[in-house]
């Protein structure tokens, strides 16, 4: 079983729909969350980050997460072709506070159409 | 503005040839980290380093090196020891070990053998 589990995609949306993109862990005492874009031959970008359950609104963006669950979204409103791109979930594991190693999922391709 | 610099941006290896990837950090951040990222197999981490002067091997160490003397350097070197070389190589920083800080990346180094 993989640790972070991402649908490869892609997913399409119309321009101004709400893009739902999703992650899956496998470790229970993973602690943080991270989402981040990576935009084609470009590096990852950090867009969010979530610790404890529940949402977390940044402008379009809203990161969910469901400890019990082991579950975390990106919810993308009024999408624009200028968010197509890979969306990579990230999960730091925290073992002991001995490491600060992110495992990354393999990223979900958004596609938003004119 | 702080950051991280990644060079060259583009690298071409013979067969047999070592060569080394530069990576620089003027961020302040403690921990550094080398991922190998191939199309459909998301970000690999290669090795990383908490502190200057120590550094553990990732999930891909075989045919690398790294070294880290200063705080806001640690090359990759790929040896020739590394049979499948092409890729996209991403450095990346971040806050000591145990916080809940994401990681900061550079632009990248893509390496191909001729």
């Known amino acids: 079983q993989k640790e972070v589990e991402q649908n490869s995609g892609p997913l399409s949306v119309p321009e101004g729909a709400i893009a739902s993109l999703n992650c899956t862990y496998s470790d229970r005492v993973s602690q943080s969350f991270f989402w981040y874009r990576q935009y084609s031959g470009k590096s990852p970008e950090l867009i969010m980050s979530?610790?404890?359950?529940g949402d977390k609104e940044d402008g379009r963006f809203t990161a969910q997460l469901n400890k019990a669950s082991q579950y975390v979204s990106l919810l993308i409103r009024d999408s624009q072709p200028s968010d197509s791109a890979t969306y990579l979930c990230a999960v730091k594991l925290g073992y002991g506070g001995a490491t600060n190693k992110l495992i990354f999922g393999t990223g979900t391709l958004l596609a938003v159409q004119p | 503005d702080g950051g991280i610099t990644q060079s060259p941006k583009y690298l071409f290896r013979k067969e047999g040839q070592n060569v080394t990837l530069s990576c620089e950090q003027n961020l302040n951040h403690d921990a550094m980290y080398w991922y190998r990222q191939d199309p459909g197999q998301g970000l690999r981490l290669i090795y990383y380093?908490?502190?200057?002067?120590?550094?553990q091997k990732g999930d891909i160490a075989e045919g690398y090196s790294v070294s880290r003397e200063k705080k806001e350097s640690f090359p990759l070197t790929v040896t020739s020891a590394q049979k499948n070389p092409t890729a996209f190589y991403l450095c990346a920083s971040s806050l000591e070990a145990g916080t809940n800080y994401g990681y900061t990346f550079g632009s990248g180094t893509r390496l191909t053998v001729v």
């Open positions: 380093s908490q502190i200057v002067n120590d550094f």
């Open positions: 979530i610790y404890s359950n």
